[in-house]
Every structure is written in C-alpha cells, then in structure tokens.
C-alpha cells in the first residue's frame, strides 16, 4: 500500500490546477479501495459548506451543484467531528441526508474522513459501496493515511485556484482580497505588480558524466567562476541605495568562488574523478548545501539558500544560460517572488522599481531578509502555499507585518494599506527625533539598547539605529566561511573591526558555538540527536586548543580598544563556567607573558536551557553577567522549533512558563548585583520589552530594526506602571490573553502604534 500512498500522492501533487488534483484524487482512490464511488466535498470558506467538486462513481452533473452545510449530513458529521465515520448501512443513521441529484441512493456503505491541514477542515474524502459492509482497518487507515498525506498538496492548489478564480464554473472571473500566509521578515507594506523569478540552471538536473580532457573541464570551469564572479559584481553595483557595508554580502560571495574555497574543491574533483565540470560543481555544492540544512542555528542554516545560489550562477555560466529579464519587463512597483528568492537575484531589478518581496522558501535568518531590512523593502518568507508559478503579472499587497499577502486587492483593500503606508512613514521620521537620545522612562530608569549582529554590515546598521553596543556577536560565521579553522591572525583581523566599530561601546561576543546539528565540513560531527547532543561549550572544553586560539585572537583585537566582553554558549553546569573561566585567564596571562597589554575582559554566561535557569543564582555569583538567549530558552521550555511552520504557533514568549523563567533568572541575578540582558525576539518586541524592564532587566540585545521602537516605549513609560502591569500579567495563564493584555495597556497609554499597524482588511 506504501507504493500506491506514494504514486497517488506524486500524481496529485504534479497535477496542473485544483481541479484535476481532485479528479486524479478520487479516481486513484476509487481503484485503489476497489469500491463503487470515491469522491471529494471541498469546504467553501466564505459560504461554509460543502461543495462536491469532484467523484468517481456519482452523477457527474452535481459536481459543482450539489452542497451541504456544516454539520449537515454524514459529509457535515465528519467534518464537525473531525474523525471518521465508517458504516454499513448509512441510510439508516440520523443524520443521513439524501442528495437525489448525486443517485446515490443505492450505495449502503460509507467511509468518510476529513482532510485537515493545520486545524483547518479543507473537506471530506469518501467511498461509497452498494454491498452492505463495514470498511476493515486497514481500509479506513489507508483512506486516514491519504488523507493526511495530501492536505498540504490540497491546500496548496487551493490557493492557487482562488488566486486565479472565484467559482468553477466556465465563466470563472478573478478572486478579489485572496490572503496567503506566511513569515514576516521584513517590517512594512508593498504593493505592486509580481514579478516570478527563477535560477536559469537546476544542479539537481546534472546529470554524471565522464570526461577524457580534464584540463579542458578545469579551463571550463575557472571560465565560469570568472563569468560568475562578473556577474555578481555587476548585481552588487546594481543595488545603489546600499550602503558599501551591506554591499560587502556579494565580496563574501565572490570569496567563496577562491581557490582555497569552492573551487578548488571543484577542481579536485574534475582532477580525481575525471568528472565532467558540471557534475563535479553538482557535488560539492549539493554536499555543502545538505551541511547547511542540518544545522539548527536559523542564521547559519540560511547559508544553504546562498551556496546553492552560488552554485547555481556558476552552473548558468557553465551551460550559457544566463537570461535576465530586460529591464523594461519590470513594472514600477515590482514585488519580486520566487519559489527560493536569494541575494542576487534582488540586484537583478533596476534601480527604484522594487517594492516588495515574497519567497514560498526561506526565514527571516536568509540573506534575503538581511538586505531586504537593510533596503527597507517589506519581504515575506515562507509562504508554503504560495502559487509561484500562477503568481505572474498579478497585483498583490505584501504586509510584512504580519506576514500576509492579498491578491487582486480591491479599491477598499488598497486604500487601506496605502493609509498604512502614510501613517508608517510619519512614525518613522518621528522616531528619527530619538535616535541619540537614551532609552530613559521619564521616572528615570536607564536601559541599555544594543543589537545582534553576525556579520560587519549587522554592525554598520545598527549605528544608524543608535545602537549602544552589541549584545551578541555570533564567531561561528567566520569559521563557515572556511575550510578549515581560521588563523588567529585572522580571527583577530576579523574581530577587530567588530571592535572598533562599536569603541568605546561594548561588544559582546559569544565563543564558538558548533557541535552536532552545526558540524563544520572539516569538523564533521554525526550524532543521532543534534539538538541535545556534542554542541556549543562542549565541543570547545573538548578542545581546548580552539577554545584557547580564538579567545587569544579576541583578546589581541581588543588591545587599546578595552570594550570586549566574552560570553559561553549552552551552558548547563558550573563545572563548565570554571574550565572555561580557567582558559580564558590562562590565555590572558599567555598573552602578558609575550608582551600584549591587553586587559582582562568581563566573562558572561548565555541561559538558553532550563538547566540553567535553576541554576541562575549560582552562576551570578561566579560570572560578571548573564544573558538570557531568549530564542532558544523558549523553545527548551516549550519544546517547540519556531521555525517549524506545523508547530510554530505553539511557539510563544509570553508562555507563563517564559515569563515564570525570565523573572526567576532575573531575581536571582540581581541578588548577587550581577548584570542582566536578554538577547532575542522578545527583547526586540515592545510589548516584551516592557516586561523585561519591570523584570530588572539592565539591557536588551535586539535586531537593529526594532530599536527604534523599543526606545521609543521605554521613553514613554515610567517603571511603577511596568511593575504593576508585569504583576497583573504573572498571575494569568494564558499566553494569548497576557499579550492582549500588554498590548491594550500600551494602546491606552497611546503607545498602540509602537506595536505595528491596525490593518483591518
């Protein structure tokens, strides 16, 4: 049964339109169950009833005709109960409701089961016989299987037919205010004309092949790395409103193409294996992408989509299939969408014409996102359902708020965004007015507001915002940018500038955190559970010699400079706080010994797991700051990937446990006048920043974007009410309802518009 699951599954899936996935869909099941009819009553969201929209077995015409509402009959009955209902004689049962138009009336057995597809009822998938008999087990698992196996298949034509149309009839028209989900990455409202943008090259189609010259592959190749590496400048020097620091993102992809990087690897390879160019190229950027996508770290799993870009450049270079669109092909507002958007492809639009991005791929950890904040151009990520290949030419509003899309908007639905538009942009020359000024509540209380940053050009963007240092700086992205483990030279080199951007600001920079699902090429680690396995503190305390050369490469950057400060990832034991306190200072006094005048920086710990929570008072006592790695403290506690779109709405900060966590981490810091900060989403959310400042909170780290805002809140609330209001919201247990309570304190206080938009539509 596994083999026909599977085929019905890939058939349905590569059906063109809705309407033949659900033809295909009940005559496969029809042959497969070996009964009489199949058919498929989908649920019309707007008039909440069941439509028959397609059946093997039944009058064709009442296809389209025929509906029953919620609830109504043995269809309805499932569809409220969510369950199946199997019977043998189905005339009989009290809620059969007989549909003359169907004939059905000389079929005795039903099986009906629901297709669900995230809590949503899509419709109901049943089988009819005319012999009087209960479906076996195994038929009503067969029909349960399939039926969760291509919701997701379902819901995704959905919205691609209502994108498309609004009735199945002939005369099918468009479909107005169509919303499509996904992850907002981008804050901001875009609207425009799609514009559907693809790699011209597919790695995944090369196929193998030998080769008998393999210096005229080698020539071939480096050919392409030249064209490629030509073409990324180019896009670059297209992207003018950049600043040269973010411009920097395409350097990193040019330095990947250098022959200590990716291309000697290829070259290897045509060397070796007397592998054609393609196949070679083929393999060792597929080999780097499946290292990527295993990583847990968001940020770093991201660099899957940029090495595959890459990779995929260089393959249109090797093939000669570069063709951009001419620039007169995009429009004035052009929302760029794609299946999997990446940095390059955004340089491809002339100058001014984009508005908006959409990708069905991605988070908001990619490239993408990184420069699409840096642009200020609203981006949407993730969208799983969206009709990519439908979607050209179409009108569309991207709310980057709240991760919405709306297709074919209406005057109504366009004239309320673009007062969105207006009313944001006056906020936003608003807040300009504060950028140098304290983040003070005007009872006087001081917080300090840094950033995040991964890379220089996070750094250079958040001065702009008035960040007051960094609160987390990530050293793992150097070390992926190798192939093996980077110099202390050059980690020096590299931390340095880190430094000297923020002097005299603090920088914060956590110590190397791979191990596990983040196993670096030449560090390869298997294991079967990454998530709680060799990672973080562990892997360096096991290896003192990396642990030593990069705190010494930090110390050496920050001679003269004096605003470095060291912090130790995924700690869960104070045995690890002292072995790693032990080699920071032996590394300190090595470094005198050589005559390097480079001072003892503060050593701060991250509390990420629950482990370490219970252990917050201990660790105050023996550290000079803790920070909270609010992300990931959440989902510990919650057991919850928030990057996982089934379960990522159980994913909440203001979950009683985090809150119940956060304030206990924050007591019992203050107890031993140890400094406190959170780095994270929710210190970059008003509404929880407000709370973590009731809390005691001394400085939140936060993603330059959101600073603004932040600031703007703590400078228009004093502490007594964030106290009272914190106290109010500990003692309640639901998640939904401790937002809704913050945010209708903040909307009082006139402060609603710091938390984002009203959009009524």
């Known amino acids: 049964m596994l083999n026909v699951l599977r085929n019905i599954v890939q058939e349905v899936n590569g059906a063109k339109d809705l309407e033949s996935a659900l033809h295909i869909l009940v005559a496969r099941v029809q042959q497969a169950m070996k009964t009489e009819v199949c058919s498929v009553y989908a649920m019309d969201q707007e008039n909440r009833r069941f439509t028959l929209r397609a059946t093997k077995g039944l009058n064709q015409e009442a296809v389209g005709n025929v509906s029953l509402s919620l609830g109504e009959g043995l269809v309805g009955l499932v569809a409220v109960r969510e369950e199946p209902i199997n019977l043998d004689d189905a005339a009989s049962h009290p809620r059969y409701r007989y549909l003359s138009e169907t004939g059905e009336e000389r079929y005795n057995s039903f099986l009906g089961v629901p297709i669900i597809h995230h809590k949503r009822i899509l419709g109901v998938l049943v089988v009819q ?32 037919e209502l994108v498309l149309e609004s009735d199945h009839s002939k005369d099918s028209k468009i479909k107005h205010d169509v919303i499509i989900k996904g992850a907002p990455a981008s804050p901001g409202i875009a609207i425009g004309t799609v514009v559907v943008l693809s790699p011209t090259a597919d790695l995944y189609d090369v196929p193998d092949r030998n080769t008998e010259n393999v210096e005229e592959e080698i020539h071939r190749f480096q050919s392409a790395i030249e064209g490629a590496r030509a073409q990324i400048k180019q896009v670059g020097e297209k992207l003018a409103d950049l600043r040269p620091e973010e411009q920097a993102l395409f350097d990193v992809y040019i330095r990947m193409l250098d022959d200590d990087a990716l291309g000697s690897e290829v070259v290897r390879r045509i060397s070796e294996n007397k592998q054609w160019a393609q196949g070679a190229l083929r393999d060792v950027i597929l080999e780097y992408v499946a290292h990527f996508d295993k990583m847990d770290d968001a940020y770093l799993r991201e660099r899957a989509t940029d090495i595959k870009d890459l990779g995929t450049r260089v393959l249109a270079q090797l093939q000669d299939t570069i063709e951009l669109l001419p620039e007169q092909n995009f429009p004035d507002n052009t929302i760029l969408v794609s299946e999997e958007l990446t940095p390059s492809m955004l340089g491809e639009v002339p100058e001014n014409k984009l508005v908006g991005l959409v990708s069905a791929k991605g988070s908001a950890n990619s490239h993408v996102a990184i420069l699409a904040r840096a642009m200020g151009v609203p981006t949407l990520m993730g969208a799983a359902d969206l009709p990519v290949k439908q979607m050209e030419g179409i009108e569309l509003v991207v709310d980057g708020y709240r991760g919405r899309l709306y297709t074919h908007p209406s005057q109504k639905v366009r004239d309320q965004f673009q007062a969105i538009v207006e009313e944001e942009n006056a906020l936003v020359e608003g807040l300009e007015a504060i950028k140098d000024l304290p983040a003070e509540t005007p009872d006087g209380h001081r917080l300090s507001l840094c950033v995040n940053t991964g890379l220089i050009t996070d750094a250079l963007r958040s001065l702009d915002r008035g960040a007051e240092g ?52 030449y560090f390869p680690i298997e294991e079967d559970n990454p998530f709680l396995g060799w990672r973080g503190i562990r892997v360096t305390l096991d290896h003192p010699e990396i642990f030593l050369l990069q705190v010494r490469a930090m110390l050496k950057a920050s001679v003269g400079l004096d605003n470095l400060k060291i912090m130790l990832p995924m700690i869960t034991s104070v045995s690890e706080v002292e072995e790693a306190q032990h080699l920071i200072y032996r590394a300190h006094q090595e470094l005198l010994d050589e005559g390097v005048a480079v001072t003892m920086p503060q050593v701060g710990v991250m509390i990420e797991v629950p482990a370490a929570v219970y252990l917050a ?142 959009v009524s539509a």
């Open 470 to 521: 960094v609160g987390l700086y990530r050293t793992e992205v150097p070390f992926m940018m190798k192939e093996r483990f980077p110099s202390e030279t050059e980690q020096e080199s590299i931390y340095r500038k880190q430094l000297e951007t923020f002097a005299p600001q603090p920088v914060t920079m956590r110590t190397l955190d791979i191990g596990g699902d983040k196993a670096l090429t």
């Open 129 to 160: 016989q005319s012999a009087r008999r209960k479906f076996d087990e195994s038929e009503e698992a067969f029909m349960v299987t399939m039926s969760a196996q291509l919701a997701a298949v379902l819901s995704h034509a959905e919205a691609a």
């Open 617 to 758: 008072k201990t660790l105050s006592g023996i550290v000079d700051f803790i920070s909270v790695g609010s992300n990931d403290l959440t989902q510990y506690l919650l057991a919850v990937d928030r990057n996982n779109p089934r379960v990522a709405e159980l994913y909440d900060s203001f979950h009683p446990a985090v809150l119940g966590a956060l304030k206990h981490i924050a007591d019992t810091a203050k107890e031993n006048n140890c400094t406190i900060s959170v780095c994270g989403e929710m210190a970059g959310s008003p509404a929880g920043a407000l709370l973590l400042m009731a809390m005691g909170y001394d400085m939140l780290s936060m993603n330059a974007t959101n600073l603004p805002r932040v600031k703007s809140i703590i400078r228009s609330v004093d502490t007594i009410f964030a106290k009272a209001l914190l106290e109010e919201v500990m003692v309640m247990d639901n998640p939904q309802i401790i937002t809704s309570t913050v945010e209708l304190a903040l909307n009082k206080l006139g402060q609603g518009r710091m938390l984002g938009p009203t």
